[in-house]
């Protein structure tokens, strides 16, 4: 990952916007979940085919909370009504049979006649669907099996009926979208610190990204944020209790950093606003 620049005196001082333009950052949930369908639809309005949304908070964690207590059926939702709102015939597929059980009863009535609910390794990605949703998918325990379901569901070729080269061309060019992917690759290098992901993600681009919480110092936060079509950003907030603050944008760059690129920079912003 590219190193991180170092703020200028501005951003630590006055927590003044040092790089980049003014920008929204979602405070509340149901901003970001908005934010987050908006991106969707910017991606694949620029013809990016293969989509990632992953929204790291704990209400989004589908491995730890169960989908009717956690908010990911929300931008299940959202996300089916706008692409319906398109003409498209969602499928969305969920990570295991009990997960697709629970999404039939949580899924608004409005849409459940109109989307296809099918589990990850036994339902594909039908001839007769226009756009794929995986939610949550995960392959715990580094399960190959769940890997290469994925794979499959991707690298999926055109029926042998389909003889147009053009019709199979768009076949092959079907949008299919990660929703808050853990897919880890069997790979010597992985540990619990530093996961492998699995080669075919990097065909994938970030439409929505935000972890509030990216790292956390004595006397301030960061939230690492994305939003198609904008550039990775990091946003900060103070935590002191004389300088409580809402969030402002301090660095914008086109590539993520990675976590232990920010920290060095967090511990010279607490000795600033500590002095």
Same mark, same amino acid.
């Given at each position: 990952a590219?190193r991180?620049?170092?703020m200028?005196?501005?951003?630590?001082m006055?927590?003044?916007e040092?790089?980049?333009h003014p920008?929204k950052?979602p405070?509340?949930?149901?901003?970001?979940?908005?934010?987050?369908g908006?991106?969707?639809?910017?991606a694949?309005?620029?013809?990016i085919f293969?989509v990632?949304v992953?929204?790291s908070?704990e209400?989004?964690?589908a491995?730890e909370v169960?989908l009717c207590?956690g908010?990911?059926?929300?931008?299940?939702?959202?996300?089916?009504e706008?692409?319906?709102?398109?003409?498209?015939?969602?499928?969305?597929?969920f990570?295991s049979?009990?997960?697709a059980?629970?999404?039939?009863?949580?899924?608004?009535?409005?849409?459940a006649e109109?989307?296809t609910?099918?589990?990850?390794?036994?339902?594909g990605f039908g001839?007769?669907?226009?756009?794929c949703?995986?939610v949550?998918p995960n392959?715990?325990g580094?399960?190959l099996r769940?890997i290469?379901? @994925?794979?499959r569901?991707i690298y !999926?070729?055109?029926p /042998? #009926?389909?003889? *147009?080269r053009?019709e199979r061309?768009?076949f092959?060019q079907?949008p299919?979208?990660?929703?808050?992917?853990?897919?880890e690759a069997?790979?010597?290098?992985?540990?619990?610190?530093?996961k492998v992901e699995?080669m075919f993600?990097s065909?994938f681009?970030t439409?929505?990204?935000i972890?509030?919480?990216?790292? @956390?110092?004595?006397?301030s936060? !960061?939230?690492l944020f /994305? #939003?198609?079509? *904008?550039?990775?950003q990091?946003w900060m907030?103070?935590?002191?209790?004389k300088q409580p603050?809402?969030?402002?944008?301090v660095?914008?760059k086109?590539?993520?950093?990675?976590?232990?690129?920010?920290?060095?920079?967090f511990?010279d912003?607490d000795?600033?606003?500590?002095r």
């Amino acid at each position: 990952a590219s190193r991180m620049p170092r703020m200028c005196e501005a951003a630590w001082m006055g927590f003044e916007e040092a790089i980049g333009h003014p920008a929204k950052f979602p405070e509340r949930m149901e901003d970001a979940l908005d934010q987050a369908g908006q991106a969707v639809l910017n991606a694949l309005d620029d013809g990016i085919f293969r989509v990632t949304v992953q929204l790291s908070m704990e209400a989004f964690d589908a491995m730890e909370v169960p989908l009717c207590q956690g908010s990911i059926m929300s931008f299940v939702n959202i996300v089916g009504e706008i692409l319906i709102e398109r003409g498209l015939r969602v499928n969305f597929i969920f990570n295991s049979v009990a997960d697709a059980s629970e999404a039939k009863h949580l899924l608004r009535g409005d849409l459940a006649e109109k989307v296809t609910i099918n589990v990850l390794g036994l339902g594909g990605f039908g001839q007769e669907d226009d756009i794929c949703v995986l939610v949550c998918p995960n392959n715990a325990g580094k399960d190959l099996r769940r890997i290469e379901d @994925v794979e499959r569901l991707i690298y !999926a070729g055109p029926p /042998k #009926s389909m003889t *147009s080269r053009k019709e199979r061309r768009l076949f092959q060019q079907r949008p299919i979208i990660l929703l808050n992917p853990s897919l880890e690759a069997i790979h010597q290098h992985s540990t619990p610190a530093r996961k492998v992901e699995p080669m075919f993600m990097s065909d994938f681009t970030t439409a929505f990204f935000i972890d509030p919480l990216a790292i @956390v110092s004595r006397s301030s936060e !960061a939230a690492l944020f /994305k #939003s198609y079509p *904008s550039q990775w950003q990091l946003w900060m907030r103070s935590t002191l209790p004389k300088q409580p603050s809402s969030y402002k944008l301090v660095w914008e760059k086109m590539n993520a950093p990675a976590i232990s690129d920010i920290t060095p920079v967090f511990v010279d912003a607490d000795d600033r606003l500590l002095r």
